[in-house]
């Protein structure tokens, strides 16, 4: 981000909680009032979801703030997204209360949660004007909270800025083989295939899982920080690896031109949840100029269409490249969910075996 | 005091069953000192252990007191802790983290009656004074000789007041200088308080000192009842004559005036007469062969030839060859031991008749 | 005359009261030791109940497909190749550390050798993961200290150790259960007889040859009974194939288990997972089977017994300590400490790096400051609670299961008692698998347990039973029967005797395997795996979540303030095992 980006983004910022408290919605008054009621809430998910115990203090202190609240929140390490989707979604059905009050997964992960109609439909609009309209799906049942840019994250003192990737293609290079890693879950490998088509995918796995030398998660930089893999192929979006650099790990990432993925986080407020309106203002808290910055410092991911982000400014760079971002929604992936899913099981199995 | 009907135990051992009791028949009298003797294997332990209730019997009945304890044909089982007994075992078993005093008090403050702190105090009190250990109250149980120990086992069994005491071969770790001591205490003691006590024993000679009565036990049957002259003096069967000494068998056959023609020569009996011709063994205790270095010319007497004689303190071992019969007798070393040629008479009223069969 | 023949109204009520005595104790015991029976099995009924069960939309029907499925797919075949080679190789460490290190202690006069039989016990302690993950940064290809050390000596790549095989896997789970071999040997060359190696060395069979003709081979019921008990643990360890395994492609029986519970996306295929439990569980059944086998053998060969007799002892040379030393401290150093050094050194770092001028300028407390502080107090506090409760239900349970065994002549003991063995045999990991399906599916609408502590304290006890039980069988047949009796004859009712009686002359025993048992659930992974949610986190399981989530150095830092909780433990542990050492270990 250019230094003109970040000032722009101050600014806003500075702006942001006169302009929020003076237009305050009857409908988020009340929603602040009936939070206040529920005192506390916990959140789930892995380390790359809620970030650090630092990045989780910035999250509770900038909601309280905001919203004049005293809220505890119990940030809890959780399991993988999908795993804790699954994990809702049986405890919905189970008739127990959700582990976790609020859902944050990527637009993949929301097939089987909205097939047992186990999320709230929320009027997030009628509480958060600022919000966008595209960024409500499913009738309210999602929220996009940011977007993410797919391509790899490399070890930058392992790799040069010459040998990088730029191409699909150059992942199947030789001199990458025993070196880099996967992800488990074949992240965004179904994607692709609605890009350049199954078939091309799969021909393309079989020769990449030569060169894989494992699988790790998004959000584990730190194993290419240490050098025990010197490129995750395809990451989950490029913010990570920036955030990652930002702490000092000489860490970097890239889109590949040819495939330029674009997915997002998703919001989501179960059912079952325990806290449901401290939940769903915490979820449009985090679209307020205000969270997007916490946001921005804790784990690195911001959303496009609010002006002024480092997506948003990521964004017009892009297009200003002429690159065509392809991009990839929750409901999309929700109304193609058995046939990517599917894909999904292959690519993964391909992937497992070497 | 103890009445015991058809009792049977069996016990499935890795080579088959072992019957541990056959239709044991047993009535033991209010205060008697009773004495189960037998060698081991011989199903003493098992009935005794039967009385406690500490082994459950196939069936049969047993009744303490008035109270039937164990009836297998009215499913009654009375539990061990129920039946209000006092036991010393063979280990003493007593309790090695707890006092002498504990010891003694626990079944008092843990049992059935439980009575007062005072209460208990004052028989356990009694307890050790009765067998001499009222300063050794404060000692914990591991420093104790074998001899205090059965002594506190002893109190500990009397201090809950049972009117039956069982004994499980309670003498047989202390050593034999000690044993002799602490038996003539037993039965000072048991009198004095006028228990009823079912003891169980191996050493026949333990068992002929304490016992009123005694019961022969062998293969889990019960060989023969009676007090101590009675079995040793008129044995009914040929095993429990073997159990009280060693005796001399001689094999005959009954003749038609009454006399037993023998393998070393005719014997007349006083006692009633077998069937004419009938096969019949003899038998007759070392000490009670009379021998002399001349002939008295009385009945029932043969020459014979010392072979060995073995001076063993206050008594003369002999082996003396009678018609080509090795016989062992035993008389007082009070005079010179003979040799050669002596002449041994059978005295008719010694003479132990079994059928030939028995042995 | 009789009193069998006088029918009288207090002989009824004494009838009645006999009787009503009679349920009132020994049937409650009974009771109490019938629970956990009854769940182990069920527990092991379950993997074949759910293996054979599919949910169609019609309904439930059964079917073999889950079998078909698992027959027909290669990576099954590939994953039980895996777990072959990974036991193996783990079973062989594990004795050619364990058994010479047996042999070094019990048979030979090497001073100070209660320190070693001390460090070595302990190391049974050490969560197999800790080390693990502390061999990740010794002997990763890449990264690993070791291999960057021995990059220095030879460039090219073969000479590099790549712990990220089923065999490397191995090799560090040998390590960590090479304590466990040195244990069960160490007993063996204990009760050997000496009276036939003095007769070996009579007739002129001495030194090396003695050992190789005589003792050993009179030993080796007990080594090979120790190897197919280390193979049984082996084929269903979870730590290492986990923290090694999962991120490098590499699986084992058990993680592909926990894969098909947790799979990165879908349902979980219980089914597969139940299907392949049951193969194992009858691959355990037989091992099980052939080390009885094995161990009644060794019986054979027990020419004396019930005699106490000290061993022969090899006089050691001023070399032949100093090799003995190295050879013992080699394997301490190496197996046990070099990794959890490794582990510190890495929770001092932002990311994994060699020790090195800039590393060591790196090096912070950022990763303590940044530990999920209220969810470690969260998994802390479960673990304490875990600790203090299943030692204690362990102990009260096996008591029971274990005075009916030994003591009583109640029909079926010893059918108790092979069912109180199962979790020793079956791997931990299917009884979690049933626990997790029986806790979600089954008691949710009666019980609701999943997600409870109380899930993980059930499965927890099922699983260390058989311990207590092994543990109490010897320590109450050790009692003479006649100290009980004597309590029974004069009155004291059965749990009064257990009370005043039995429990004290037990404290020794009990306070050791208290201990124990609190460690092993200290350290305890595989089985959490499975059942662990948010709400019953435990310490393991929160350093687990952040090794999986990539925080690596974080996951150190956790690790080392795990390792920090647990030493008093450890301390309190060597200070009772050494005052109830085994005769003639004590230092």
Redo the contacts between chains.
């Keep these: 981000m250019s230094k003109k980006g970040v000032f722009i983004f101050a600014a806003l910022l500075s702006l942001g909680p006169q302009l929020s408290r003076a237009a305050e919605p009857a409908a988020l008054a009340k929603l602040i009032a009936a939070a206040k009621a529920e005192k506390e809430f916990t959140l789930l998910g892995g380390g790359g979801t809620w970030g650090d115990a630092d990045a989780q203090k910035l999250l509770e202190n900038g909601f309280n703030k905001k919203y004049g609240l005293n809220v505890h929140i119990k940030f809890v390490p959780g399991p993988a997204m999908p795993d804790l989707a699954r994990r809702i979604a049986d405890e919905y059905k189970a008739g127990q209360k959700s582990a976790s009050d609020m859902y944050l997964g990527s637009e993949s992960h929301f097939v089987e949660l909205t097939r047992s109609d186990a999320l709230t439909r929320f009027n997030w609009r009628e509480a958060f004007p600022n919000i966008p309209a595209p960024m409500v799906e499913m009738d309210g049942r999602l929220l996009r909270e940011a977007t993410r840019y797919i391509g790899v994250s490399y070890n930058r003192q392992a790799v040069q800025e010459k040998d990088l990737p730029r191409k699909l293609e150059d992942l199947l290079d030789p001199k990458w083989k025993g070196r880099i890693a996967s992800t488990p879950y074949a992240a965004s490998f179904d994607r692709l295939a609605s890009i350049i088509g199954p078939e091309k995918t799969r021909e393309f796995l079989k020769r990449f899982t030569q060169n894989v030398a494992g699988l790790i998660r998004c959000g584990e930089e730190e194993r290419l920080a240490s050098g025990e893999f010197v490129m995750l192929a395809l990451n989950c979006g490029t913010y990570e690896a920036e955030r990652a650099q930002r702490q000092g790990m000489p860490i970097g990432a890239r889109i590949l031109s040819d495939v330029p993925i674009v997915g997002y986080w998703y919001l989501s407020v179960p059912k079952h949840s325990a806290h449901p309106n401290m939940a769903a203002l915490f979820a449009g808290y985090l679209l307020t100029p205000e969270g997007q910055k916490v946001r921005y410092d804790s784990i690195g991911a911001t959303a496009h269409l609010i002006e002024g982000t480092p997506a948003n400014k990521q964004y017009k760079d892009l297009k200003a490249q002429g690159i065509e971002l392809k991009e990839f929604t929750a409901d999309f992936v929700i109304k193609n969910g058995k046939k990517l899913g599917e894909r999904r099981d292959e690519f993964q199995k391909i992937l497992q075996q070497r | 005091m103890i009445?015991i009907?058809k009792l049977c135990k069996t016990f499935a051992g890795r080579s088959g069953t072992v019957r541990a009791l056959s239709d044991i028949d047993l009535h033991i009298e209010q205060g008697e000192f009773f004495v189960l003797l037998g060698p081991s294997g011989s199903g003493k332990t098992t009935l005794l252990r039967s009385v406690?209730?500490?082994e459950?019997p196939d069936s049969g009945?047993i009744?303490i007191g008035?109270?039937?304890v164990f009836?297998s044909e009215?499913r009654?089982?009375?539990?061990?802790?129920?039946?209000?007994?006092?036991?010393v075992?063979?280990?003493y078993?007593i309790?090695?983290?707890l006092t002498v005093f504990d010891n003694v008090a626990?079944?008092l403050t843990?049992?059935?009656?439980r009575p007062g702190r005072e209460r208990v105090r004052e028989q356990v009190a009694e307890a050790l004074r009765l067998v001499g250990m009222e300063e050794y109250a404060d000692r914990p149980a591991p420093l104790l000789s074998g001899g205090q120990q059965q002594r506190v086992?002893l109190a500990?069994?009397l201090a809950?007041g049972p009117e039956l005491l069982?004994m499980d071969e309670p003498l047989s770790n202390l050593d034999a200088r000690l044993r002799e001591e602490v038996r003539v205490k037993i039965k000072a003691l048991v009198r004095e308080l006028g228990v009823t006590v079912l003891y169980v024993t191996h050493d026949q000679v333990e068992a002929m000192t304490l016992a009123d009565r005694i019961a022969v036990m062998a293969d889990g049957h019960i060989l023969q009842v009676g007090a101590s002259d009675d079995l040793y003096r008129r044995p009914t069967s040929p095993r429990v004559a073997e159990f009280f000494g060693a005796i001399n068998w001689i094999t005959g056959q009954a003749l038609a005036d009454g006399r037993i023609e023998t393998e070393i020569g005719v014997l007349e009996l006083n006692s009633h007469q077998p069937p004419v011709g009938g096969r019949i063994t003899l038998g007759i205790r070392p000490e009670d062969l009379k021998l002399s270095p001349s002939p008295a010319y009385s009945m029932n007497e043969v020459a014979g030839k010392v072979c060995s004689a073995v001076f063993t303190g206050g008594e003369l071992l002999y082996e003396i060859e009678v018609n080509g019969r090795l016989l062992l007798a035993r008389t007082l070393s009070d005079s010179e031991a003979l040799r050669g040629s002596v002449f041994v008479h059978f005295p008719a009223g010694r003479l132990a008749l079994f059928p030939e069969a028995a042995i | 005359m009789s009193v069998f023949t006088s029918q009288t109204r207090d002989l009824n009520f004494e009838m009645w009261r006999a009787k009503s005595y009679r349920v009132s104790q020994r049937s409650i015991l009974i009771i109490i030791a019938l629970i956990p029976a009854a769940a182990i099995v069920g527990l092991l009924i379950i993997p074949i109940w759910v293996s054979v069960r599919a949910e169609t939309d019609a309904g439930v029907a059964f079917s073999v497909g889950a079998y078909r499925a698992l027959l027909s797919d290669p990576f099954s075949y590939r994953t039980l190749f895996n777990t072959a080679i990974f036991s193996a190789v783990a079973t062989l460490t594990a004795l050619s550390f364990g058994v010479p290190s047996a042999w070094i202690v019990e048979r030979t006069t090497l001073p100070r050798k209660g320190l070693v039989f001390t460090l070595m016990t302990s190391g049974l302690l050490i969560p197999g993961f800790l080390s693990a993950m502390g061999w990740v940064f010794l002997l990763h290809p890449r990264i690993g200290l070791v291999n960057a050390a021995l990059g220095l000596v030879v460039a090219a790549d073969w000479a590099r150790i790549n712990i990220a095989t089923p065999a490397g896997m191995g090799l560090v789970q040998g390590l960590g259960l090479a304590p466990l071999a040195f244990i069960m040997t160490a007993a063996t060359f204990r009760s050997a007889n000496p009276e036939l190696e003095e007769a070996a060395a009579v007739h002129g069979i001495g030194g090396a040859r003695s050992l190789f003709h005589v003792t050993l081979p009179l030993a080796l019921p007990g080594i090979l009974a120790a190897a197919i008990y280390v193979l049984t643990i082996g084929l269903a360890a979870f730590e290492v194939p986990a923290v090694i395994g999962l991120s490098n492609r590499v699986f084992t029986f058990s993680t592909y288990l926990y894969s098909q519970v947790h799979p990165q996306e879908g349902a979980p295929r219980y089914d597969l997972a139940a299907a392949f439990g049951v193969f194992v569980m009858i691959l355990s059944a037989i091992l099980s089977w052939l080390y009885f086998r094995v161990l009644r053998e060794g019986h054979r060969f027990a020419v004396v017994t019930g005699r106490s007799y000290r061993p022969r002892q090899v006089e050691l040379t001023r070399g032949g300590v100093r090799m003995a030393w190295g050879f013992l401290g080699f394997y301490l150093v190496i197996g046990q400490l070099l990794p959890l050094l490794t582990l510190v050194w890495s929770s001092l770092l932002r990311y994994f790096q060699l020790p090195s001028a800039a590393a060591f300028a790196n090096l912070s407390l950022v990763n303590y400051r940044g530990l999920p502080w209220p969810y470690l107090i969260d998994g802390l506090k479960n673990t304490a609670f875990l600790m203090a409760s299943v030692s204690t239900v362990v102990l009260a349970l096996s008591l029971a299961i274990s005075w009916i065994v030994v003591r009583s002549k109640a029909r079926g003991r010893f059918l108790l008692d092979a069912i109180a063995f199962l979790p020793h045999a079956v791997p931990g990991i299917i009884f979690a698998l049933s626990a997790a399906y029986v806790a979600l599916f089954i008691l949710r609408d009666y019980v609701p347990i999943y997600g409870t502590v109380f899930l993980l304290l059930s499965v927890y006890v099922l699983e260390r039973t058989s311990f207590g039980t092994r543990m109490l069988n010897n320590a109450i047949a050790q009692i003479h029967p006649e100290l009980e009796e004597a309590g029974q004859v004069m009155g004291i009712s059965l749990f009064r005797r257990i009370g005043t009686i039995l429990a004290p002359l037990l404290i020794p025993a009990c306070i050791n395997g208290w201990l124990w048992i609190a460690l092993l659930t200290y350290r305890e992974l595989t089985i959490a795996s499975l059942l662990v949610t948010p709400d019953n986190v435990t310490l393991p399981m929160v350093i687990w979540g952040l090794w999986q989530s990539g925080s690596f150095t974080r996951a150190a830092a956790a690790a080392a303030m795990g390792l920090a909780f647990m030493l008093p433990f450890v301390f309190l542990y060597w200070y009772f095992s050494r005052r109830f050492a085994p005769e003639g270990l004590k230092t």
Excluded: D, K, N, Y
């Design positions: 009445e009907r406690a209730g500490l459950r009945e009744a008035s109270r039937i009836s009215r009654l089982v009375t539990p061990a802790e129920e039946r209000g007994i006092g036991m075992f063979q280990s078993a309790w090695p983290h626990l079944p843990q049992g059935r009656r086992a500990r069994a809950v069982l």
